[in-house]
């Protein structure tokens, strides 16, 4: 532990033993300390390059325990299909915000995945067998009592991490639904901005449902299938629904090895901590900083300057890491710009009292105006994506099996889902109802303007929001 994290940890020792802190009225002492701690290293670290930063969430620390994880990559086809029917969906729901220049247009390239599975008879101390993958896949699913799949997309704000830092909560999900995980390597901005992970997603959505020759899993159908993320995976899971509703909208199919195939929903989204608003515009971004690790918004500042490398700044330059400055306000890019998510299956969502409440609470909010069922819940006092950051304390217990619930009721019976909207409780996980009126202050212009104001855009939105 580096010498300057002492201080900070006797002085947040000594506020929680006194009570002097607010959050010591919800936290257990170890969770108040991580917190305080991965605070400071995000505010107060010497500056890294985009590359260093990337580098340290990418080294692989191996796998054992109770998990089985089979390393796959999906199959090019060998029509452009998939990714012209992408790049036109792109620019049809676009025309109303284009300004400026397009986007790099991506390949399409073979996307590594991870298949997950828990391994129930493995000590914590268990190594992989040394087998060939598609020999783990078997014995994965050996273990598997249900049909769940879920197709998960890792958080990092697009730049950051990969199927590997997440395995202890895809391990998770794969235990407590019963069913399996396809955790994917979508490619990172900068070096691959929007809609690279788009492309990735969808690719990887296909490659569950049309396998191709030399496939080691069958055919998976759509109604076993849900989209799983968090943070910015959450965006990424969310923003392959709304490319698919798209694509349904304009009652197009895709040519994929060979065959024209139909584009269906997937059984549910269940996304947790989504980063819904990537210009980073609404209130809670600053207002909820005392119950967060995450810092203050700073991703279109002209005060955030990483030390420049061969990836940032990007060549031709742009203000965002994974955008486009054409495209920062782009549907599928700030998903609560969103003009309808009508059509959409059945979604789970869950945040804290974090950085990213409001944005969250409001799209839960305009899910519910839609007639979209949804399932949402907010953890009292608790930071993003918490559940992997302090997996042991009884709220993240609550959420992974909240988050797991909803991914096998959506898949046993989707139809069956109702809208539920619930605050749980710190240490007692208690459940209160939450009145869904109350849900978000924010209208959509509301919204439209604050996203608009925060990456200069100038003018009314009335005729903005007509043509969305």
């Known amino acids: 532990m580096p010498d300057n994290e002492i201080p900070l940890i006797l002085r947040v020792f000594v506020a929680h033993i006194l009570k002097l802190s607010e959050q ?71 025309e109303a ?31 992989l ?15 598997c009592k249900s049909p769940v799949t879920v197709l998960y997309f890792h958080g990092g704000a697009y730049y950051l991490c990969d199927p590997c830092t997440h395995r202890s909560v895809t391990k998770r999900l794969a235990k407590l639904t019963g069913g399996r995980v396809y955790s994917v390597r979508y490619r990172l901005a900068p070096q691959a901005p929007f809609p690279s ?27 076993q299938i849900v989209f799983a993320g968090d943070s910015a995976g959450g965006n990424l899971a969310l923003a392959l629904l709304q490319a698919v509703l798209e694509i349904r909208r304009q009652g197009r199919k895709i040519v994929w090895l060979g065959e024209e195939r139909d584009v269906p929903v997937p059984a549910g989204v269940a996304v ?38 061969d990836v940032w700044p990007a060549n031709p330059p742009r203000r965002h890491i994974y955008v486009d400055d054409a495209y920062l306000l782009h549907p599928l890019v700030s998903l609560h710009v969103n003009s309808t998510w009508r059509g959409a299956p059945p979604v789970y969502v869950c945040c804290g009292w974090e950085c990213l409440a409001d944005e969250d609470k409001y799209f839960v909010a305009k899910l519910r105006r839609e007639g979209v069922a949804v399932v949402f819940e907010e953890y009292e006092a608790m930071p993003h994506v918490f559940a992997a950051i302090v997996p042991k304390i009884p709220e993240s217990r609550r959420c992974m099996e909240g988050w797991a619930r909803f991914i096998s009721d959506v898949v046993k019976d989707g139809a069956a889902v109702k809208s539920t909207y619930t ?27 604050m996203a608009r104001r925060q990456v200069g855009r100038k003018g009314s939105l009335p005729e903005v929001v007509a043509k969305l």
């Open 24 to 94: 010591s009225r919800y936290l257990d002492l170890q969770s108040e300390i991580t917190i305080s701690i991965l605070r400071s290293i995000l505010l107060h670290s010497k500056p890294q390059s985009i590359s260093e930063s990337q580098a340290t969430t990418l080294v692989d620390p191996g796998i054992k325990g109770r998990i089985w994880v089979s390393k796959v990559a999906s199959q090019v086809p060998p029509e452009q299909g998939i990714r012209d029917t992408l790049l036109a969906t792109i620019e049809t729901v676009h």
């Open 97 to 127: 915000e284009a300004e400026g220049a397009g986007f790099k247009i991506p390949d399409i390239v073979p996307i590594e995945a991870e298949w997950t599975g828990y391994r129930a008879a493995a000590t914590p101390d268990s190594t």
């Open 129 to 143: 067998p040394r087998v060939s993958e598609e020999d783990k896949y078997r014995e994965m699913m050996k273990e």
């Open 197 to 223: 992970a788009v492309l990735d997603a969808l690719v990887s959505y296909f490659t569950l449902l049309y396998p191709g020759p030399g496939s080691i899993h069958d055919a998976v159908p759509p109604e």
């Open 272 to 309: 947790n901590s989504p980063w819904v608003d990537l210009v980073q515009s609404m209130p809670s971004l600053s207002a909820n900083l005392k119950w967060d690790y995450l810092p203050p918004p700073a991703l279109l500042s002209t005060t955030w300057k990483p030390p420049p490398d």
């Open 423 to 449: 605050t749980i409780k710190a240490r007692t996980l208690k459940e209160d109802p939450i009145d869904p009126e109350t849900l978000s202050p924010f209208s959509q212009k509301d919204v439209l303007d």
